[in-house]
């Protein structure tokens, strides 16, 4: 079978246990000297100025009763805290998921350290005063200076401890489960996702909430108001935490642990599947699987969780080792990007499932042999096939739902199960309220994210974890050497009962921000002017907005969330700006059609949207606004 939804590119420390005096008075602390940052300032400090009261041939000993002599210091039992003068630093409002920039922004002095501790400024004092706050990240540069960076200035705004993955490496799902199994308060995720690491690259940061999802808007609006009339950053003065030990270190009333970043993870996802279900699959020796890891955070869990767990051959990881710059790729699991993969599930000799997984490990891939399972796809099987291949839905899923540019594949599963379902604004963060409040089981996004309310954060390993359960569960009672049921059988046959969505995104990235703005006015105004039974060729248009949603737990209303063309067959064009760019503006057109005709299903899906295509060409008149006449990517 060829490429079958899509096609490609079409143009691109030292741990050490302080001496904490049992009663907390005036302790001395003994520091190794290159422990010791502020000798050898990051930006963000180097307006501070120490003075050191003794020190040793190794070892500098600090009162913490020696005076500063440019800042304030005022004492928490053994902490110092220093107040660090800060301006206010334009353009920090939080994307679609955390704030993202060019690392080299990142780096400039006090930008990382505003945004933080305008998040404190933020927050009511008993959300974190001492509480605990989990730390993780993707191993992207700049990682390693920013976790230090965190921690200081959560020391100094009275958080109790940090859970610290090693290295500080925790992918973003992870991140949420131990927030939910350590009954934190919230956590840090250091990643800019599926953008690019390295230093002429991206960084990000990202804030949970305490049932472990991304902060909601009212919280970083506030982040964002208060970035704009910050004055000082609180900071500890500790010295820089030995990230690459497991164990917990105290700095008084103040304590930070370095944890295995896998291990409550994978606790999870052993209660979640049938892990010697999955492992009857990847042992047979007529299945083969491989999963890339993108050089991203997910090297650091694939090994333990799909080799030793599983049984999977240790072969079957590429490019599992974490590097700051994901060994030059674009950490984006998609048929772009992840084009080794891509090549070697193409191949008529190919593994039978291959999957990807993004910078921080929330986003997945899915492939079969010579096939490729879009997103929109992916959930709606997943769906439809939960309650018998997944322990964690033995009772059913509660109920479904997707972001609003997502295919309606989801919808008409959730229709025939006859499940509750939700339509939510692009973002993660729409998702979880529905969760906690006991309405939701499983989601997910066009955008390559699926998940489930086992956490309140898209989670990749879940999925490539759910799809082998599927494919495991259809074959279980087959015997070696019988023709397995494969990928592509699973999603005809679902496309045979339910009938197929076809689907495609076009993605025109970094264009100038000027023309894609003025594009989106156009087109507020074209949609204000038009009315149901307009033509457009051969369509007829039931409805055009943008749209808006109101969250129906806590009501929260948000607008301007993309605009949508609906036609009277079913048939969308909608239009977005991206959220999470750091350099000018991407424009996203997402284009879907039904077809319940069987045999139209194999159709490829450029050549059953063409039209549609061509018609949201015209309607947006893109080429007239950003002078593109290709997009970057195409899913
Ligand atoms: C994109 C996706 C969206 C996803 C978001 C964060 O946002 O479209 O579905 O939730 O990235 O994913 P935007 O605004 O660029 O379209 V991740 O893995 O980057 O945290
Ligand atoms: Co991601």
Same mark, same amino acid.
């Given at each position: 079978?060829?490429?079958?939804?899509?096609?490609?590119?079409?143009?691109?420390?030292?741990?050490?246990?302080?001496?904490?005096?049992?009663?907390?008075?005036?302790?001395?602390?003994?520091?190794?000297?290159?422990?010791?940052?502020?000798?050898?300032?990051?930006?963000?400090?180097?307006?501070?100025?120490?003075?050191? %009261?003794?020190?040793?041939?190794?070892?500098?000993?600090? @009162?913490?009763? +020696?005076?500063?002599?440019?800042?304030?210091?005022?004492?928490? *039992?053994?902490?110092?805290?220093?107040?660090?003068?800060?301006?206010?630093?334009?353009?920090?409002?939080?994307?679609?998921?955390?704030?993202?920039?060019?690392?080299?922004?990142?780096?400039?002095?006090?930008?990382?350290?505003?945004?933080?501790?305008?998040?404190?400024?933020?927050?009511?004092?008993?959300?974190?005063?001492?509480?605990?706050?989990?730390?993780?990240?993707?191993?992207?540069?700049?990682?390693?200076?920013?976790?230090?960076?965190?921690?200081?200035?959560?020391?100094?705004?009275?958080?109790?401890?940090?859970?610290?993955?090693?290295?500080?490496?925790? +992918?973003?799902?992870?991140?949420?489960?131990?927030?939910? !199994?350590?009954?934190?308060?919230?956590?840090?995720?250091?990643?800019?996702?599926?953008?690019?690491?390295?230093?002429?690259?991206?960084?990000?940061?990202?804030?949970?909430?305490?049932?472990?999802?991304?902060?909601?808007? +009212?919280?970083?609006?506030?982040?964002?108001?208060?970035?704009?009339?910050?004055?000082?950053?609180?900071?500890?003065?500790?010295?820089?935490?030995?990230?690459?030990?497991?164990?917990?270190?105290?700095?008084?009333?103040?304590?930070?642990?370095? =944890?295995?970043?896998?291990?409550?993870?994978?606790?999870?996802?052993?209660?979640?599947?049938?892990?010697?279900?999955?492992?009857?699959?990847?042992?047979?020796?007529?299945?083969?699987?491989?999963?890339?890891?993108?050089?991203?955070?997910?090297?650091?869990?694939?090994?333990?969780?799909?080799?030793?767990?599983?049984?999977?051959?240790?072969?079957?990881?590429?490019?599992?080792?974490?590097?700051?710059?994901?060994?030059?790729?674009?950490?984006?699991?998609?048929?772009?990007?992840?084009?080794?993969?891509?090549?070697?599930?193409?191949?008529?000799?190919?593994?039978?499932?291959?999957?990807?997984?993004?910078?921080?490990?929330?986003?997945?891939?899915?492939?079969?042999?010579?096939?490729?399972?879009?997103?929109?796809?992916?959930?709606?099987?997943?769906?439809?096939?939960?309650?018998?291949?997944?322990?964690?839905? !033995?009772?059913?899923?509660?109920?479904?739902?997707?972001?609003?540019?997502?295919?309606?594949?989801?919808?008409?599963?959730?229709?025939?199960?006859?499940?509750?379902?939700?339509?939510?604004?692009?973002?993660?963060?729409?998702?979880?309220?529905?969760?906690?409040?006991?309405?939701?089981?499983?989601?997910?996004?066009? +955008?390559?994210?699926?998940?489930?309310?086992?956490?309140?954060?898209?989670?990749?390993?879940?999925?490539?974890?759910?799809?082998?359960?599927?494919?495991?569960?259809?074959?279980?009672?087959?015997?070696?050497?019988?023709?397995?049921?494969?990928?592509?059988?699973?999603?005809?046959?679902?496309?045979?009962?339910?009938?197929?969505?076809?689907?495609?995104?076009?993605?025109?990235?970094?264009?100038?921000?000027?023309?894609?703005?003025?594009?989106?006015?156009?087109?507020?105004?074209?949609?204000?002017?038009? @009315?149901?039974?307009?033509?457009?060729?051969?369509?007829?248009?039931?409805?055009?907005?943008?749209?808006?949603?109101?969250?129906?737990?806590?009501?929260? =209303?948000?607008?301007?969330?993309?605009?949508?063309? =609906?036609?009277?067959?079913?048939?969308?064009?909608?239009?977005?700006?991206?959220?999470?760019?750091?350099?000018?503006?991407? =424009?996203?057109?997402?284009?879907? *059609?039904?077809?319940?005709?069987?045999?139209?299903?194999?159709?490829?899906? *450029? %050549?059953?949207? !063409?039209?549609?295509?061509?018609?949201?060409?015209?309607?947006?008149?893109?080429?007239?606004?950003?002078?593109?006449?290709?997009?970057?990517?195409?899913?």
């Amino acid at each position: 079978m060829a490429l079958n939804t899509a096609s490609l590119r079409t143009s691109s420390v030292l741990s050490r246990k302080f001496k904490n005096s049992s009663n907390n008075v005036s302790p001395t602390f003994s520091i190794p000297i290159k422990s010791l940052s502020f000798l050898n300032p990051v930006p963000l400090f180097s307006n501070l100025s120490f003075k050191q %009261t003794s020190h040793s041939s190794s070892s500098v000993s600090i @009162k913490a009763s +020696s005076p500063s002599s440019s800042t304030t210091i005022t004492e928490s *039992q053994e902490l110092k805290i220093f107040y660090v003068p800060t301006k206010p630093i334009e353009g920090q409002k939080t994307g679609t998921s955390g704030l993202r920039k060019k690392v080299k922004v990142f780096m400039q002095e006090n930008y990382l350290g505003n945004w933080i501790q305008a998040l404190f400024n933020s927050l009511p004092p008993e959300d974190y005063k001492k509480g605990v706050l989990v730390l993780g990240g993707d191993g992207r540069y700049f990682n390693r200076e920013a976790a230090q960076i965190i921690i200081k200035i959560a020391a100094g705004n009275g958080v109790g401890k940090i859970l610290v993955g090693k290295d500080g490496i925790m +992918s973003t799902p992870a991140v949420s489960a131990v927030i939910r !199994k350590r009954n934190a308060n919230g956590g840090f995720i250091m990643s800019a996702s599926h953008n690019p690491g390295g230093p002429e690259y991206d960084w990000g940061i990202k804030f949970n909430y305490s049932s472990g999802q991304p902060a909601p808007e +009212s919280i970083t609006d506030k982040i964002y108001g208060n970035t704009l009339s910050i004055s000082e950053i609180k900071m500890a003065e500790i010295p820089d935490v030995d990230l690459s030990n497991l164990g917990v270190t105290n700095y008084g009333t103040f304590s930070v642990e370095v =944890v295995d970043p896998v291990g409550d993870y994978l606790e999870l996802m052993e209660n979640v599947f049938d892990f010697s279900l999955i492992r009857s699959l990847l042992l047979r020796p007529d299945f083969r699987f491989v999963f890339d890891a993108m050089h991203a955070v997910t090297g650091a869990y694939a090994k333990p969780i799909f080799v030793d767990k599983l049984g999977a051959n240790p072969d079957s990881i590429s490019n599992g080792v974490p590097l700051e710059d994901f060994g030059h790729g674009h950490p984006d699991p998609n048929l772009t990007y992840a084009k080794d993969l891509v090549n070697i599930m193409f191949d008529e000799n190919g593994p039978d499932v291959g999957a990807a997984s993004d910078g921080d490990g929330d986003r997945n891939m899915i492939l079969g042999r010579e096939f490729f399972v879009t997103p929109s796809d992916s959930v709606a099987i997943i769906a439809a096939n939960a309650q018998e291949a997944i322990p964690y839905f !033995k009772t059913g899923p509660k109920g479904l739902a997707r972001s609003m540019p997502t295919s309606g594949a989801l919808d008409r599963v959730a229709q025939k199960l006859d499940l509750p379902f939700y339509e939510v604004p692009t973002g993660w963060k729409f998702f979880g309220n529905l969760m906690d409040a006991g309405k939701l089981s499983i989601c997910g996004e066009e +955008s390559f994210g699926t998940g489930s309310d086992h956490i309140r954060e898209k989670d990749g390993i879940w999925a490539v974890l759910a799809w082998l359960s599927i494919i495991a569960f259809r074959n279980k009672d087959r015997k070696p050497g019988e023709k397995l049921i494969s990928i592509s059988d699973v999603v005809n046959q679902h496309w045979a009962t339910y009938g197929r969505n076809f689907f495609s995104r076009y993605d025109y990235e970094e264009c100038e921000s000027e023309g894609a703005n003025k594009m989106i006015e156009y087109l507020r105004d074209v949609v204000s002017k038009s @009315k149901g039974g307009d033509k457009y060729g051969s369509y007829a248009l039931q409805f055009a907005d943008d749209f808006n949603y109101s969250d129906p737990v806590d009501g929260s =209303v948000v607008s301007k969330q993309g605009i949508r063309f =609906v036609f009277t067959d079913g048939s969308r064009i909608i239009f977005r700006l991206s959220g999470t760019g750091s350099a000018g503006a991407t =424009v996203r057109i997402y284009i879907e *059609q039904f077809e319940p005709d069987v045999s139209k299903h194999n159709v490829d899906a *450029q %050549t059953a949207l !063409k039209p549609l295509i061509d018609l949201a060409l015209s309607i947006s008149k893109l080429k007239e606004f950003t002078g593109r006449e290709e997009p970057t990517v195409i899913t």
